[in-house]
């Protein structure tokens, strides 16, 4: 039965046949068959079948909810039996984070690595929706994303620290003395900043907005934070990136980090685990960590 809910499970997440088996490592006619047993077992139709995939069928999705409580179920199970037996935390960690996050992921990974040395990691970047969509579907373990900006659904969040904005431009350019920028004097220079799927470039651009630029339109989009870094540090360039992100990055003396104010924005990053007991013990040994680093990573939080 397990092996047929994982069918549906990959089925729902690549809506294709061919791509679903290739994920379970099993062929198209065994996928198909796996799932015509599973109908044939719950009495009901689960997939709308064509040519090629089409949807599930309202049962199916109710279905696909029930598969991925069982399947998670289950492999928290066997992840606990297989530390039980070993003395020890053993296994894999698939982790997703978004861009302006994924410089800070050491500070958690690197702790966890010198507790429980036997378990590999996996780090994704991600959008703030995709995170959020993996964590459901079961792809990943946890996320690092923003948790005040858009609903986490039915996952459970530890704030980590708060994104507050710089602007990362040459020295010697005309703002590059400053002590601080407007959002609207930050409109007004050329900007490299991420593309509009990020949540991170939809924030500035509100912010831009409210600052009074109706178009806010930056001379180079990426997906990158690297790319975007590698940008601001020919001096030609300027960015507007989380002020860890930048502390992180290593800033040389060419290039300055300014503090953007009017207003002072400010947005909660924090981990994203499945709000499921048990959790998998790789799961919870990385809430232990996140919460055990949070304080470090901002005082400020730490305290409310």
Not at 58 to 71: N, Q, S, T
Request: some cysteine.
């Amino acid at each position: 039965m397990i092996d047929k809910l994982e069918f549906l499970l990959a089925l729902a997440r690549e809506r294709h046949f061919g791509r679903a088996a290739e994920a379970c490592g099993v062929t198209q006619p065994t996928l198909s068959a796996g799932l015509k047993q599973l109908e044939d077992t719950l009495g009901i139709l689960l997939v709308t079948r064509g040519s090629r995939f089409q949807a599930l069928t309202p049962e199916g999705e109710r279905v696909l909810d029930w598969a991925k409580r069982i399947v998670g179920d289950v492999r928290t199970m066997r992840q606990e039996v297989r530390a039980l037996k070993q003395g020890q935390l053993v296994g894999s960690l698939r982790l997703a984070a978004i861009p302006t996050a994924l410089a800070m992921v050491s500070a958690l990974t690197t702790p966890y690595h010198a507790r429980h040395p036997d378990v590999r990691f996996t780090v994704k970047s991600c959008t703030s929706s995709e995170v959020l969509a993996a964590l459901d579907n079961l792809e990943i373990d946890a996320g690092i994303s923003y948790l005040d900006n858009e609903p986490i659904g039915r996952a459970r969040a530890i704030p980590l620290y708060r994104e507050q904005y710089r602007l990362l431009i040459s020295a010697d350019s005309k703002l590059g003395n400053r002590k601080q920028v407007t959002w609207a004097e930050v409109g007004g220079i050329p900007l490299c900043l991420l593309t509009p799927d990020m949540q991170n470039r939809r924030i500035i651009n509100h912010l831009l907005r409210e600052a009074g630029i109706d178009d806010p339109a930056p001379t180079l989009e990426s997906n990158s934070m690297i790319v975007l870094f590698s940008h601001v540090r020919t001096g030609r360039w300027a960015s507007v990136m989380p002020a860890i992100l930048g502390e992180t990055l290593g800033l040389t003396g060419s290039v300055r980090s300014i503090p953007i104010v009017e207003p002072t924005a400010v947005h909660t990053i924090g981990l994203i685990v499945p709000n499921r007991e048990p959790m998998t013990p790789v799961t919870a040994a990385l809430v232990a960590e996140a919460l055990k680093v949070a304080p470090t990573l901002d005082a400020e939080l730490a305290a409310h």
